[in-house]
């Protein structure tokens, strides 16, 4: 058996496990919104004691009094003490948003958790009755509710609970099929624990959070349309509620603004607060995605141009003759704690037309990095700074990609835009990037169809990428790639994705095209397999810098890099290209011997 | 494609009786005995009795049932329990009101929401996608009828840019009409059109982080190109609140037209309401479900048109 390569991750920092509640309280807007929360909820509780008069005593003298003297906030138009009603009013309006969220949550989360984790007939039904559920105007439902129940406002909250339910089902059932798709759920059953144990533990700790998010949504959500309701004049009339007294305000808005002006308050500043609750929450268990500024944008690039690595790699070919050359490449990203990680650290690498170069290293090495680089491809937050990158003789930009560099992914499947025809996206670029008018754009799209070996092109131009095979689809992405007639084509790990059977005839394909077409190949690997089998010279990578370049068979036989001895003799046995690899070593062995 | 159309329109159909028969037991079950508040407290048994025997209320509830349901299927929804006037009469004089609001609201929503989404998801980060966010925090929980009292305020009584109640129909005044529905469908859009923006932005940048959107780029397609590819696979998910909205701001509707004292269905549903007029309040129910039912089936083509795969299942 071969020794176990050293290809273990790179030991993680224990990360420490800081609560939601505690990383919640750093957040200036989240702690100001529970703080005027936590107001609403003490005046709440505390309103028969805070409040200065009985809410319902009607004092006639005091009929649309304005502010002032005893009665800070004056009276309304039945004579009552606004600020008391007020006061009140939160203690309804947070009783009605308990029982609303309640009865949500009740049916929400074991609905939602049924769904996701057993699927199947309950699944179907359950998810049915909540787009049903959304789909039913919930406000005129409500009426018909309140036609006979108006003044049972318990009913009516319940009721609302129902309607909101689909929110908390929703997000319950996709944390739950995802938890059911992890394999320590499955490791977990093949132990013997039971369902029911791990909808407890696992499940549990899953929904959490979302909940805890969506109640404060639903909560927010709920006082509005309680207060809607009362505006309608559903509920008691002895009970004081915001929702009635900005009714009240409403009839004498013109004479006596302000007495809709202070349960309109009231009512905008507690739904605000628990809308923000729930967007800093939110955030904090990242439902929307942040994207990096453009500032730190600048602040990498900066970082990179005064890091010090001597650039590492050797050019082979003369400047003047190369399908591409890199100088000095580095490329780096911003982490969230503002230093920059540097993925790349000074890469130089050429490559010849007519020649394969690879690109080996294990993951993290920088490979993918680097050709992302030369494509101006890398991922959101990165940035790549270089003494030089040409291709074809020119500084790299826009204006060289599909023209003359040409791309072949790794995933077939997840690089086909699944909304259109084949047809369309090989047949988008000829006309748009190459120029072709569109007949000649659909002729030359057959044409390489064909040529890759594609038996029934109309069909396949015809067809949408769910409706052909991975290891087809790889072929169209290689057609839409040298359809151009580029001078480069790079290629990431474009076999890893396939089936054994496909990766040698991708390989042998790829090969064909690049003499057929006079291309420099560069293509990214983690396997000497492809090396072997494909490749003229070798670029080794690891942690981001170069660490021997040279013509295959010497790599094979003379690795000068114990690093690359070890990658050699980890490559996976059940490649293609495993014999030649072994005759090779078996050749520099005994080179060595003698 | 078509028993793609044919199965969501038999699914609509299906929610239409289910929706409609359940609130006809909810409604009789919350009701109860509706001729007191008909008749108020003052009516003798002899009068209730008879009005009962009017509303044929004195039959079993599933007679009384079969006889609506079969009436409702010939698109009769029977006569109300007040004034005895055909429920059809009623609501279709009120639909358009209601429609016009909801729809302009919808378009409203469906344009601005589209192209604040777009610019955010272009630039993540920037100026107006933070103030997108503050926006969509704020407006999305805070009711309609809240703003639309906000905006009466302010742009009704203090400014005097727009009436601040009444409605004129288009037919005596095309301009007259703009000027009564804009304050309502503005306040019944605002939260609309951020929950569109903030869908279609995370959606764009979520589309515009596969992988194939990279390979496009890679193809040398320019910005434009690549974000139509962008846009087109992420506008499902925005078209699914779009239409999940219609049936919210139908309900807002109810609460924003007493604002504005329209003559819409809200008056007739809060009246129909506090009296316990069931046909009513049912044929106001298949009404709204009936365009809800609509919406989501031009929603179904619509998606079924941009995601291949729909149409597929």
Known sequence: ???????????????????????????????????????????????????????????????????????????????????????????????????????????????????????????RVCSWISDALQSVPGMIVLLVVAAGTGQDFTVLMVALGVFLAPGYYRITRARALAVRREPYIDAARVAGVTNARILRTHMMRAVYAPIVVQTALTAGIAVGMQAGLQ????????????????????????????????????????????????????????????????????????????????????????????????????????????????????????????????????????????????????????????????????????????????????????????????????????????????????????????????????????SYPHQISGGMAQRVLIAGAVAGRPALLVADEPTTALDVTVQAEVLELLRELQREYGMALVIVTHNFGVVADICDRVVVMKDGRVVETGAVDQIFRRPADPYTAELISASLDDTEGRHELDALARVGGEDEAR | MLSFIAKRLMSGLLLLVVVTSGTFFLAHLAVGDPTPGLLGNSATPAQQAALRARIGYDQPLLVQFWNWLSHAATGDFGTSWRNFQPVNDQIALRV?????????????????????????????GGLLDRGLKLASVVLFALPGFWVSLVLVTWFAIDLRWFPAI?????????????????????????????????????????????????????????????????????????????????????????????????????????????????????????????????????LDLVLGWVNPKVRDR
């Open chain 2, 166 to 298: 009444g409605y004129v129909s288009p037919e005596e005044s095309v301009g007259g009409w703009l000027r009564s529905i804009t304050l309502p469908s503005v306040s019944l859009a605002l939260g609309a059109i951020v929950m569109v923006a903030e869908q279609l932005r995370n959606g764009f940048l979520q589309v515009a982080g596969q992988d194939f959107v990279r390979t496009l780029r890679a193809r040398g397609l320019s910005d434009r190109r690549v974000t139509a590819h962008v846009l087109r696979n992420a506008s499902p998910a925005a078209l699914t609140v779009l239409a999940l909205l219609f049936v919210g701001l139908l309900g807002g509707a109810i609460v924003v037209e007493i604002v504005f004292t329209l003559p819409g269905i809200g008056s007739l549903t809060q009246s129909a309401s506090q009296i316990g007029d069931i046909p009513v309040l049912l044929g106001l129910t298949a009404v709204t479900v009936v365009f809800v039912v609509i919406v989501n089936f031009l």
């Open chain 1, 231 to 462: 505006f309608l004049g559903i509920g008691s009339a002895s009970t004081p509620s915001w929702g009635q007294m900005m009714n009240d305000g409403f009839q004498t808005m013109l004479t006596q603004p302000l007495i809709l002006l202070w349960p309109s308050i009231a009512l905008g500043v507690t739904i605000a607060a628990l809308a923000f609750i729930g967007s800093t929450l939110a955030d904090l268990v990242s439902v929307r995605s942040e994207q990096p500024s453009r500032r730190s944008r600048g602040v990498v690039r900066r970082a990179l141009a005064a890091s010090e690595h001597e650039p590492s790699g050797v050019h082979e070919h003369d400047a003047s003759a190369c399908a591409l050359r890199i100088e000095n490449l580095r490329v780096g990203y911003a982490t969230p704690s503002g230093a920059v990680k540097e993925v790349v650290r000074g890469v130089s690498l050429d490559a010849a037309p007519g020649e394969v170069l690879g690109i080996v290293g294990e993951s993290g090495s920088g490979k993918t990095q680097t050709v992302f680089a030369v494509l101006d491809l890398l991922p959101a937050g990165g940035t790549a700074i270089a003494d030089s990158i040409r291709v074809a003789g020119r500084e790299v930009g826009r204006g060289l990609l599909g023209r003359s560099i040409g791309y072949v992914p790794q995933e077939p499947m997840s690089n086909l835009d699944p909304c259109y025809t084949i047809e369309h996206q090989l047949v988008e670029p000829l006309r748009h990037v190459n120029g072709l008018s569109k007949a000649d754009a659909r002729a030359r799209a057959r044409e390489v169809l064909v040529r890759v070996g594609i038996t029934d092109p109309d069909r396949v131009l015809r």
């Open chain 2, 96 to 124: 358009p009101v209601t429609l016009s609001v909801v729809v302009v609201a919808t378009v409203l929503a469906a344009v601005v929401g589209v192209a604040v989404g777009i610019v955010c998801g272009l630039r993540p």
């Open chain 1, 1 to 123: 058996m071969t020794a176990v390569p050293t290809l273990a991750p790179a030991p993680l920092a224990s990360v420490k496990r800081i609560s939601l509640w505690r990383r919640y309280l750093r957040r200036p807007l989240g702690v100001v919104s529970l703080a005027v929360f936590a107001v609403v909820v003490a005046v709440a509780v505390l309103a028969p004691w805070l409040a200065p008069f009985d809410p319902n005593l009607v004092d006639f003298r005091l009929t649309r009094a304005a502010p002032g003297g005893e009665h800070l906030l004056g009276g309304d138009s039945a004579g009552r003490d606004i600020l008391s009603r007020l006061l009140h009013g939160a203690r309804t309006t947070l009783y009605g948003a308990v029982i609303t969220c309640a009865a949500g949550l009740l049916l929400g989360v074991p609905a939602g958790v049924a769904a996701g984790y057993f699927g199947g007939v309950a699944d």
